[in-house]
């Protein structure tokens, strides 16, 4: 059974920091490429940041030298470093799995797997 479970969400004021974590099961984490993606409320989906299997990433414009995402293959873990974090980062925050390994894209329709996210409210 594939699991996708996200933790490390809260509140925080704006330019504090967080770390998100992903914890997958049930699937051969170190082949797949992952994302995060973040929803707020009355927009769409959004792709924050896309790592494949070999390390490689990609960045929303909107965040790009702020967060950083990562994996430890070994622990079957992905995060997400937020930083300098602003009222606009607030939003409802997911994981996916995407089973193309060197893929590396913000394309919803791609990811095989979902989590049930993460909340994080920046306040000013």
């Known amino acids: 059974q594939v699991q996708l479970v996200e933790s490390g969400g809260g509140s925080v004021q704006a330019g504090g920091s967080l770390v998100l974590s992903c914890a997958a099961s049930g699937f051969t984490f170190s082949t797949y490429s992952m994302g995060w993606f973040r929803q707020a409320p009355g927009k769409e989906r959004e792709g924050v940041g896309s790592?494949?299997?070999?390390?490689?990433?990609k960045y929303a414009d909107s965040v790009k030298g702020r967060f950083t995402i990562s994996r430890d293959n070994a622990k079957n873990i992905l995060y997400l470093q937020m930083n300098s974090l602003k009222p606009e980062d607030t939003a409802m925050y997911y994981c996916?799995?995407?089973?193309?390994?060197?893929?590396?894209?913000?394309?919803?329709?791609?990811?095989?797997?979902w989590g049930q996210g993460t909340q994080v409210t920046v306040s000013s």
């Open positions: 996916a799995a995407n089973w193309y390994r060197t893929l590396l894209t913000f394309n919803i329709g791609t990811y095989n797997y």
């Open positions: 790592i494949d299997s070999a390390g490689r990433t």
